[in-house]
């Protein structure tokens, strides 16, 4: 197919859009899609070290008909000024700039707000030691087995391209292994495993009193008594369930770019003002409907709850979670206001991934030291009406009779499981009644659900430690 053969399809593919949704949101696809580029080439180059072409080929091939328009795009890494720019025939153009310790932010021809990380206060860590510095090879063949299938590939495509597996049991890794390039200290994006980050941080904000699950929101925008937002609550934020009207973050294809919700993400400054402005779809707490606003509005109440500024979050998410877990390896990058994008944006090693899973697998306790509130494990996995994935308050969740829910039961979860979910394969599960926690990473399409492999890791781990908790010395 000639060139001009191409450029003739992407721009009537742009045009159908457009006719099917609307002139202003077919305008968006170009902004969107270059801006998901430039976002993730940026973080996994400059973040987490990894190669960008290979990067660009394995996350554009999870998601189908992304080569409809990544064929197009150019992309350019600057090593020196640690940016990534993205462009697609002159029709969209992405610039993504890191920033030490923040990782990266798309700039959008506005003025970055100024962020700084806060120096380190050398807090000690209260969770035990989890690993020694060494690769943790699997303590028993049934582990190996399973590790084995996990990264294995399928003969024909869709591949699964695992990066990253740790499985901890009562609290100590028993079998770990990566991908090339990939090791126990490489922060990798979490995606939407995010939100139960800014899920946990909620609840510490609760916990002290500084947030409210029930009454309104504290969100300026909505304290007019008429307005109808102002009956939205944080524990609808978190539960989906608010209703604002900006569409659905739960599929990653190119049908998603027109979605209002990617708009927020990759073509605006500030996400949060965007989100807050979006009118009702549904009254709040009628309709559940899964979308990456909820949990960025939640970041600005983060915000302003630990004292406003970009560097009093990022202290705050330090010193009251991250450090007591001994989560070292972190990045929590911003949007282009200063704000914590806490719906997909978050790195972390596996390690670390694992380590949060341990907190939620102790109640919220670590070290003697209560960090979520009481009750606030349950509540998270709690299963939220109608929310036919199965989902609860920032986790998904197996409780509930939920399709989701059903699903995984029968593809051999624990009913007990819940689990941090992002897109493309990223999971955290946290299985209380087997004392795991097991973190898998990697670039697998979301559908068919078998292919990313982790019903048969789940499986297979379950099986290979079932009653054998002193294998790995206890608590």
């Not at 697998?361 to 979520?372: A, E, H, P």
């Amino acid at each position: 197919m000639t060139r001009r053969r191409k450029i003739l399809l992407l721009t009537t593919a742009i045009a159908c859009a457009g006719l099917a949704l609307g002139a202003a949101r077919a305008r968006d696809v170009p902004k969107v899609a270059t801006g998901f580029i430039a976002d993730t080439l940026c973080a996994e180059t400059f973040v987490s070290g990894l190669d960008p072409q290979h990067n660009l080929a394995e996350t554009t091939d999870a998601m189908p008909g992304a080569g409809l328009l990544t064929w197009a795009m150019d992309f350019q890494v600057d090593r020196v000024r640690k940016d990534v720019t993205v462009s697609l025939f002159g029709i969209g153009r992405s610039h993504a700039v890191y920033r030490e310790g923040l990782g990266c932010t798309l700039e959008h021809g506005q003025r970055i707000t100024d962020g700084a990380l806060p120096p380190d206060d050398k807090q000690p860590a209260l969770l035990p030691e989890i690993a020694g510095p060494g690769l943790v090879e699997p303590q028993s063949e049934g582990l190996s087995t399973a590790l084995d299938r996990a990264f294995t590939e399928p003969a024909q495509p869709p591949y699964r391209r695992t990066r990253a597996i740790v499985v901890m049991k009562a609290g100590h890794i028993i079998a770990e292994r990566y991908a090339d390039g990939v090791g126990p200290q490489t922060p990798l994006l979490g995606f939407s495993m995010t939100k139960s980050v800014t899920s946990a941080l909620t609840g510490i904000l609760v916990r002290q009193g500084k947030l409210k699950l029930d009454g309104p929101a504290p969100i300026a925008a909505w304290q007019n008594p008429d307005d109808p937002r102002h009956a939205i609550t944080v524990d609808q934020l978190l539960r989906h369930t608010a209703g604002l009207a900006l569409g659905s973050s739960l599929q990653a294809s190119l049908g998603s770019a027109l979605e209002p919700v990617n708009t927020m993400k990759y073509a605006e400054n500030d996400m949060a003002a965007f989100a807050e402005r979006a009118p009702l779809a549904t009254a709040p707490d009628t309709a559940w409907n899964y979308h990456d606003g909820n949990f960025v509005i939640l970041a600005q109440l983060i915000r302003n709850a630990a004292g406003g500024k970009p560097g009093d979050a990022l202290r705050f998410a330090r010193r009251e979670l991250f450090a007591p877990l001994g989560m070292v390896n972190v990045t929590l990058q911003l949007d282009g206001a200063g704000t914590i994008e806490g719906s997909g944006e978050m790195l972390a090693s596996a390690r670390d991934w694992a380590r949060f899973g341990q907190l939620y697998l102790n109640d919220g306790v670590v070290g003697g030291k209560r960090i979520l509130p009481e009750g606030w494990v349950s509540y998270s996995a709690s299963a939220t009406p109608n929310a036919w994935v199965g989902i609860g308050a920032g986790f998904w969740t197996n409780q509930g009779d939920s399709f989701g829910a059903k699903f995984r039961i029968e593809h051999g979860w624990p009913r007990d499981a819940f689990f941090a979910k992002g897109t493309i394969g990223q999971y955290a599960i946290v299985i209380p009644s087997e004392r795991l926690v097991i973190v898998r990473l990697g670039r697998s399409p979301n559908w068919p659900p078998e292919v990313d492999g982790v019903f048969d890791l789940v499986r297979d781990v379950v099986a290979a430690t079932h009653d054998k908790s002193k294998m790995a010395g206890g608590n």
